[in-house]
C-alpha cells in the first residue's frame, strides 16, 4: 500500500495522466498546472517491442520502462528529462520518504506560475482534436456519472534558450563533452505539445500530423521547456560496450543553467 501511494503522488507531481478523462458533450476538461522550470531531472529508461498473436494476427506492444539495474543495448536506451520547481530531485531517489515528497507536493502546488486562459483554451481544443477523437461521437451530452476527474495538465512558463546532451567519455568518435544532439533523436513529448517561449502560444501539438525529431529543429522554435521529453540514440556508438554518464544541460530564457547527470551501461 505504501508503494503504491507513493506512485501516485509521483505521477501527479509529474503530470503523467491516465487516458481516464471527465467527458461533457464530448470533450475532455484539462486542470492545468503552469510551473517555472528551476530544475531538471533525468532517468535512464528502456524502450521494448513486445509482439503477441490474436486472430491470426501479430500485434506489437511498445514499452517504456524504468531501467532495471543500468545495463541496456544501445538501440533500447532512452534517456528521459523531467523539469519543474525546486526541489524535483527529492522525486529521483529510488524509494523517497513519505515525507519528503508531500512537502515537495505542497510547495510545487503553492509555487504553480499564472494560469493563461487563452493558452489554455488553445492546449485543450489542441488535445479534443488528436487523431481519433474527432471522429468519436456520443449519444448523450450530459455529463456521465462515476467519471474520473478531468485531467491533470503540465506546462512550464520557462523558455529553452539551449539545450545539450554530452557523455563524459569519448562516444561517435568524438571527445568527451562534445554535444551529443546530433545522436539522439527526440523520441516523445509529455505532453504532445510545444508552447512558444516568444508568443505563449501552441505552436505544435496532438492534432498536428508531422514529428518534431530533431533537437535542432525543436530548438529553432524557442520552446517553452517540455514537462516530460523522451531522447533516443539514433545508431549504435562504436565504443560498445562501454559505462559513460551522460549530462543533460538545459539553458534557460530566464539565465539559468539547469543539468543532471546518469550512468548506463551501453551494450
Given at each position: 500500500?505504501?508503494?503504491?501511494?507513493?506512485?501516485a503522488?509521483?505521477l501527479a507531481?509529474?503530470?503523467?495522466?491516465?487516458?481516464d478523462?471527465?467527458?461533457?458533450?464530448?470533450?475532455?476538461?484539462?486542470i492545468?498546472?503552469?510551473r517555472v522550470?528551476?530544475?531538471?531531472?533525468?532517468?535512464p529508461?528502456?524502450?521494448?517491442?513486445?509482439?503477441?498473436e490474436?486472430?491470426?494476427?501479430t500485434?506489437?506492444?511498445?514499452?517504456?520502462?524504468?531501467?532495471d539495474?543500468?545495463?541496456?543495448?544501445?538501440?533500447?536506451?532512452?534517456?528521459?528529462?523531467?523539469?519543474?520547481s525546486?526541489?524535483?530531485k527529492v522525486?529521483?531517489?529510488?524509494?523517497?520518504?513519505?515525507?519528503?515528497?508531500?512537502?515537495?507536493?505542497?510547495?510545487?502546488?503553492?509555487?504553480?506560475?499564472?494560469?493563461?486562459?487563452a493558452?489554455?483554451?488553445?492546449?485543450?481544443?489542441?488535445?479534443?482534436?488528436?487523431?481519433?477523437?474527432?471522429?468519436?461521437?456520443?449519444?448523450s451530452r450530459?455529463?456521465?456519472?462515476?467519471?474520473?476527474?478531468?485531467?491533470?495538465?503540465?506546462?512550464?512558463v520557462?523558455g529553452v534558450?539551449?539545450?545539450?546532451?554530452?557523455?563524459?567519455?569519448?562516444?561517435?568518435?568524438?571527445?568527451?563533452?562534445?554535444?551529443?544532439?546530433?545522436?539522439?533523436?527526440?523520441?516523445?513529448?509529455?505532453?504532445?505539445?510545444?508552447?512558444?517561449?516568444?508568443?505563449?502560444?501552441?505552436?505544435?501539438?496532438?492534432?498536428?500530423?508531422?514529428?518534431?525529431?530533431?533537437?535542432?529543429?525543436?530548438?529553432?522554435?524557442?520552446?517553452?521547456?517540455?514537462?516530460?521529453?523522451?531522447?533516443?540514440l539514433?545508431?549504435?556508438?562504436?565504443?560498445?560496450?562501454?559505462?559513460?554518464?551522460?549530462?543533460?544541460i538545459?539553458e534557460?530564457?530566464?539565465?539559468?543553467?539547469l543539468?543532471?547527470?546518469?550512468?548506463v551501461?551501453l551494450k
Amino acid at each position: 500500500m505504501k508503494t503504491r501511494y507513493i506512485i501516485a503522488m509521483l505521477l501527479a507531481v509529474l503530470g503523467i495522466s491516465s487516458c481516464d478523462t471527465y467527458v461533457v458533450g464530448g470533450k475532455t476538461s484539462l486542470i492545468f498546472y503552469p510551473r517555472v522550470c528551476e530544475e531538471i531531472m533525468t532517468h535512464p529508461m528502456q524502450y521494448i517491442e513486445r509482439s503477441q498473436e490474436f486472430a491470426g494476427k501479430t500485434y506489437t506492444n511498445r514499452v517504456i520502462k524504468h531501467l532495471d539495474g543500468n545495463e541496456v543495448e544501445a538501440e533500447q536506451f532512452i534517456l528521459q528529462m523531467e523539469t519543474g520547481s525546486k526541489g524535483l530531485k527529492v522525486l529521483k531517489i529510488r524509494q523517497p520518504n513519505d515525507e519528503r515528497v508531500r512537502e515537495y507536493l505542497a510547495l510545487a502546488d503553492k509555487n504553480l506560475a499564472p494560469k493563461d486562459p487563452a493558452l489554455g483554451r488553445q492546449l485543450t481544443r489542441d488535445y479534443n482534436n488528436r487523431p481519433g477523437e474527432r471522429q468519436r461521437s456520443y449519444k448523450s451530452r450530459k455529463p456521465i456519472v462515476g467519471m474520473p476527474p478531468p485531467l491533470h495538465w503540465e506546462y512550464r512558463v520557462t523558455g529553452v534558450k539551449d539545450f545539450r546532451i554530452i557523455s563524459l567519455s569519448p562516444l561517435f568518435g568524438l571527445p568527451a563533452e562534445t554535444s551529443l544532439n546530433d545522436y539522439f533523436s527526440i523520441y516523445e513529448f509529455k505532453p504532445r505539445q510545444i508552447i512558444s517561449s516568444r508568443t505563449k502560444t501552441l505552436l505544435w501539438g496532438y492534432s498536428d500530423k508531422g514529428e518534431i525529431t530533431r533537437i535542432g529543429q525543436w530548438l529553432a522554435m524557442s520552446p517553452m521547456a517540455p514537462p516530460i521529453v523522451l531522447f533516443r540514440l539514433k545508431s549504435r556508438p562504436q565504443e560498445l560496450p562501454i559505462k559513460t554518464k551522460f549530462v543533460t544541460i538545459l539553458e534557460t530564457t530566464a539565465g539559468t543553467t539547469l543539468r543532471d547527470t546518469l550512468e548506463v551501461q551501453l551494450k
